[in-house]
């Protein structure tokens, strides 16, 4: 029946996987997967699984290697790589055999991360850390046999981490008429990997030069053959009308990884060249150039002469000069459509509903986000989403106050385009309603990206009948979400949002109109922080350091310090379990995105509340283990110290996703530090400033000294050390309590992030 054999190789140090399915979507994907067995170690194993619900599993009979042979891998310096067969057939169920009209898209994923490694009994535990890069077209494997047929041309990051030209506006993949794709290749910074594509049978070309024409430009052209299968890079110079090899013979001089491919009436080409050749012809591309496209539908000439006709149509010019190192997004021949303008003056007046962010605001320009809806026939609804962005927007309908399980509605910017999305939320993962139609169940769809607002327009029926979708004649909690992520406008939102998603206070329905309420102001969060920090930098430093350098010499008996200490504690210990409270109040679960913050919140919440059992059970002074008791409740305070300030730091960046506050990290940081330093600086001084009353023979000679009357016991009380130690007391109380209330300050007058 015949056999396959795949080869993967990447700079992982997780694993590299290779998923087959008869639609762009892991899910339902057969994966072959080459994955290190351990973080530390260089063992790496080859494993056959399936792809349920965007989860791997085991084949059904629990061998991770079932159906594969002739395994063979290698890991080096980073990279993973692994080689295998798989027979063209295959009876087991839920995968895909190999035969010559069998076309499946081939999805590369991967995990680049130590934490990516799995034992070798295990499907893949944890998911790719990247978005998972799609081909553009079904293709048989056998396809796979020309080296020459394995690149497509990714536009994702046009304008961002690359620079693009396309044609026509907001095309993608295969829709494109033209494309070109230029940027820094990360192996070598002193090339650039560039990326030409056209839909015709004969040759596309890029020039670039000083002037807005073809003659003296630095050419790269992309031909296909005369046999009318493979394809070669050239690298050109334009004298005149006539273009010319850079080196005679030679048709792709200092052109380095070349691939190309010719499929279904498109060619491509993708190849590095540095940015400076030194060559007479080839411009210096770090200057900027205009950039002149050409096509030609002729493939007479060889792969080492020059192109043997002319284009057919005037070349295209871009408007601006670019250097190869600048990301920019050019859509040739084209002109960008004009902005969905999305009116809020029928909020006030009662025709539709609106929730705008920040409130109050009253246009596109001035609110960071839109949600609009209104009924426009008896089971139609009218959506109207814009913020300011350039990935994507998206509105969640939920019976609860979060994403998972929510029906999604979302606006994707993609190359200048926007693009409708119906989506459903299945552990905080995105997934299309249909597997092959991004905008299932939409209509009436329009969008555009302008002045970096990303605004659209759909409808949508109250009832659906999808299982994925809810019934929006009901009322549910809104969330709204932005993220400046992209993703193809065929593929689900692979980019989480940028800040925690905003809900509203209570639910609301389609059929609701006017300004529709405020969103949760997320007070208990706040509430939390600010209790936390009060109790942990503000007191509890001060509350330690009672016992631990002034208790003996700064007070004129026991009882005082130890009222001090034991009300402050106290203090502590009431913050800390409001602490805790609020924040269960509030996120109702445990938070699997602060796992670690959590875990040792929840860590320092049990030693504070078992410190005053612990206390109420000391032994008497003269105790044989009232040391020991001192010491364990001493270290058991400064280990919930340690602890809570590592957790209020680590808490601060999920935070920052619920609250618009610049710097507060380093801020925390260097309070906590301060307060931190300054607890053990004060410690150090105070035992050196006490150290000689601390001796047997001085405290006799003290006491010897000052006879038991009123002058003698002033005396006393007037000890110099006593007063400066006082004096660093109230003083170091002063900073703890002040850089306390100052970051109480910064974290309860934060802003909603968005």
Request: aromatic share 8%.
């Amino acid at each position: 029946a015949g056999s396959v054999s795949f080869e993967l190789s990447g700079l992982v140090e997780g694993w590299i996987s290779l998923g087959v399915n008869t639609g762009r979507m892991m899910d339902g994907a057969e994966v072959f997967a080459c994955q290190r067995t351990s973080s530390g170690g260089k063992s790496v194993v080859v494993k056959h699984l399936l792809n349920v619900g965007h989860t791997n599993t085991l084949l059904p009979d629990s061998k991770p290697d079932s159906g594969i042979f002739n395994a063979s891998t290698f890991y080096d310096k980073g990279r993973i790589s692994c080689r295998f067969t798989r027979s063209l057939d295959s009876s087991t169920a839920k995968t895909y055999s190999f035969g010559k009209d069998k076309k499946y898209t081939y999805i590369l994923a991967v995990n680049t991360l130590p934490s990516g490694a799995a034992g070798a009994s295990q499907a893949l535990v944890v998911r790719h850390n990247q978005a998972p890069i799609f081909l553009r077209e079904q293709v048989s494997v056998f396809d796979f046999m020309n080296e020459n047929s394995a690149i497509t041309i990714d536009l994702l990051g046009c304008g961002e981490t690359k620079g693009c030209a396309i044609a026509p506006y907001s095309c993608y993949g295969a829709n494109c008429d033209y494309v070109y794709t230029q940027r820094i290749d990360p192996n070598d910074k002193t090339s650039l990997i560039f990326e030409l594509g056209a839909r015709t049978s004969g040759w596309m070309a890029v020039g670039f030069n000083d002037l807005t024409q073809m003659g003296d430009s630095d050419v790269l052209g992309c031909q296909v053959n005369p046999d009318g299968m493979s394809v070669s890079a050239k690298n050109l110079h334009n004298e005149g009308i006539n273009n010319f090899l850079d080196q005679p013979g030679d048709g792709a001089p200092f052109l380095t990884n070349v691939q190309s491919n010719f499929v279904n009436g498109y060619v491509r080409c993708q190849f590095s060249r540095k940015i400076n050749t030194g060559a007479q012809h080839d411009r210096d591309l770090s200057q900027k150039s205009y950039l002149l496209f050409a096509v030609n539908s002729d493939k007479t000439a060889s792969p080492n002469s020059a192109l043997s006709a002319k284009h057919n149509e005037m070349p295209l010019i871009s408007p601006d000069m670019y250097a190869g190192v600048d990301n920019f997004l050019y859509q040739i021949n084209s002109t960008a459509l004009p902005q969905v303008q999305i009116n809020l003056t029928p909020c006030s007046s009662g025709e539709k509903g609106c929730i705008t962010f920040p409130a109050g605001c009253m246009s596109q320009s001035s609110c960071k986000y839109i949600f609009t809806q209104r009924i426009v026939d008896d089971d139609m609804v009218e959506f109207e989403l814009s913020a300011k962005t350039h990935g994507w927007v998206a509105v969640s309908f939920n019976d609860e106050k979060m994403m998972n399980g929510g029906d999604v509605l979302a606006c994707q910017a993609f190359v200048g385009g926007v693009y409708a999305k119906n989506l459903h939320n299945v552990q905080h993962t995105n997934q299309l309603d249909d597997g092959k139609d991004p905008a299932a169940f939409l209509s009436n769809i329009s969008g555009s990206v302008v002045n970096g607002i990303v605004s659209c327009r759909f409808r949508r029926p109250l009832a659906t009948g999808s299982p994925f979708d809810r019934n929006l004649s009901k009322p549910h909690y809104v969330q709204v979400g932005i993220s400046h992520g992209q993703a193809h406008p065929s593929d689900p939102l692979v980019v989480k949002h940028d800040h925690t998603p905003l809900v509203t206070l209570h639910r609301i329905s389609v059929h609701a109109v006017g300004m529709l309420g405020d969103f949760d102001k997320k007070q208990l969060i706040k509430a939390h922080a600010i209790c936390m920090v009060v109790a942990w930098i503000g007191l509890s430093s001060v509350g330690l350091l009672l016992p631990l350098a002034f208790k003996r010499n700064t007070f004129q008996d026991s009882a005082t310090w130890f009222k001090l200490h034991r009300g402050i504690m106290v203090t502590v210990w009431c913050l800390t379990m409001a602490g805790i409270a609020l924040i269960f109040i509030s996120a109702k679960r445990w938070i699997s995105q602060a796992v670690y913050h959590a875990s040792i919140g929840v860590a320092v919440a049990a030693i504070t509340f078992l410190q005053p059992l612990g206390a109420m059970l000391r032994p008497k002074p003269d105790a044989a283990s009232r040391p020991v008791f001192n010491i364990l409740h001493g270290v058991a305070g400064l280990s919930a110290q340690g602890l809570a300030i590592a957790a209020i730091l680590l808490g601060i960046g999920h935070y920052q996703n619920h609250f618009a506050v610049d710097h507060l990290l380093f801020l925390l940081l260097i309070i906590s530090v301060a307060v931190s330093s300054s607890f053990w600086v004060l410690s150090f001084i105070a035992k050196l400033l006490f150290a000689n009353e601390a001796n047997p023979e001085n405290q006799k000679l003290l006491h010897s000294t000052l006879q038991e009357s009123d002058f003698h016991q002033g005396i006393a009380r007037c000890n110099p050390q006593r007063l400066i130690s006082i004096f660093l007391l109230v003083l170091y109380i002063l900073f703890s309590v002040g850089l306390a209330v100052a970051a109480c300050v910064l974290l309860g007058e934060a802003e909603l992030a968005m």
